[in-house]
């Protein structure tokens, strides 16, 4: 059925499908509608799971924690500082192999204090032990977390679906809502693979000297490394089940051809298709490839998909300080030892929810089509800011 829902209600909704027993979280903006939305279908019976409330994000990760451990389809959600105050759970939830699903509503991280958009939060996370999932629009937001659910429960590895925070929190589209029957027949009961009763003591968590650490460390690697093949499959699985696609662990757009491609992940990608088309309709060569899933890190689809073209810029609202956007630094490791690489250029856009336009997009690829020159920008800078704010520095 297709309704007009905010990204929120819509990300509630699809996650109340997948039928979690446990759901906490503390509300922190722009996270904070999902979680009511959940509550709401708790208050009202039309999900059947336990909600609690706690007094900050690390309690929230800490219930989760305890919920998955027992057995139970457990699922949370934060946003920016929230996230970070989840870090040594968050570590913690991998370490154990625990398929929580949580849904990032991402937004820039302090100081200074900031509620609005980029993507420093997740990006900040990315070596925690969780697979992390970067959606477009609303409609794969909510089609990403029912697929999240099936790949954690088959992998025994954490979620983390990150949704634009306000972009798409907070904006209002046309979503395909499932029937929960189909949901149902796609993702099955929890089923958990171990869990902590007392017909069956197992011991979690427990601890790991030099002898065993590092061994420990490498299998969750692994892991991590064949999900990839495992979202593959969940994203076919889908389309065959639902009819929509978003491609797998890379999608692309009018990528065929083109001799300069740009790169980047979450609701950017749109105001970048609608500049590759007037530039394509102004004869540029230019195309998009998407990166829908940061962890696992998809290095050698990387390198197919980027290998024929001239040019990359890679387009994104994150950096390291110090060095340059932490995606272009990744794609960089997937031409190591290459034969051939393309010119990669880093652009930071957007941090603490700068507009990103379509002229800005476009200023950006004819600049790379004229001079591919390998080079790190932080774009569409307020030199007047920029100004006063070394001033006052110095």
């Known amino acids: 059925m297709r309704r007009i829902l905010e990204g929120s209600q819509a990300v509630a909704e699809s996650v109340a ?14 996270q904070t509608h999902i979680v009511e939305g959940l509550a709401r279908l708790v208050a009202e019976g039309r999900l059947d799971a336990q909600y609690v409330l706690v007094e900050a994000e690390f309690s929230a990760a800490s219930v989760v924690l305890g919920a998955s451990a027992t057995g139970a389809r457990a699922y949370t959600a934060t946003s920016s500082q929230g996230l970070l105050l989840m870090t040594e759970v968050i570590f913690n939830i991998a370490g154990m192999r625990l398929p929580v699903v949580m849904t990032v509503a991402n937004r820039a991280v302090s100081a200074p204090i900031n509620i ?3 993507q420093q939060d997740s990006m900040s996370l990315r070596d925690c032990g969780w697979i992390q999932m970067y959606a477009e629009d609303i409609q794969e937001a909510c089609d990403m977390h029912i697929q999240a659910f099936t790949i954690a429960e088959e992998l025994n590895i954490p979620v983390m679906v990150c949704m634009d925070g306000y972009i798409l929190t907070h904006a209002m ?22 869990y902590l009763t007392p017909k069956d003591p197992i011991t979690l968590g427990s601890m790991a000297g030099p002898d065993a650490y590092m061994e420990i460390r490498l299998l969750l690697h692994q892991s991590m490394q064949r999900a990839s093949f495992t979202i593959r499959e969940e994203a076919n699985r889908f389309e ?14 009018r990528a065929e051809d083109a001799e300069l491609l740009l790169v980047s992940m979450g609701s950017l990608l749109g105001t970048m298709k609608d500049a590759v088309d007037e530039l394509r309709d102004g004869g540029h060569p230019v195309g998009i490839v998407k990166v829908r899933t940061v962890r696992p890190f ?12 001239r040019i990359v810029g890679v387009i994104e609202k994150d950096i390291s300080l110090g060095l340059e956007g932490i995606l272009c630094s ?4 997937a031409f190591c030892g290459a034969a051939r690489t393309p010119n990669i250029s880093s652009f930071v856009v957007g941090l603490g929810g700068r507009d990103v336009t379509v002229d800005n997009i476009k200023d950006i690829a004819l600049g790379l089509l004229s ?24």
């Open 17 to 30: 499908m997948c039928r979690p027993k446990v759901v906490c979280a503390y509300p922190i903006t722009p």
């Open 116 to 118: 609005w958009n980029d």
């Open 173 to 194: 589209e046309p979503v395909e809502v499932p029937e929960q029957e189909h949901v149902d027949a796609y993702l099955p009961p929890f089923k958990p693979k171990f």
């Open 240 to 253: 065959e089940a639902f009819g929509r696609s978003y491609g797998d662990l890379l999608g692309s757009y």
């Open 298 to 309: 998809p290095r050698t689809q990387l390198h197919d998909a980027l290998a024929d073209a």
């Open 330 to 333: 990744e794609i960089r490791s």
């Open 371 to 394: 001079d591919d020159t390998c080079r790190v920008e932080v774009a569409g800078i307020d030199h007047e800011v920029l100004w006063s704010a070394h001033s006052e520095e110095e």
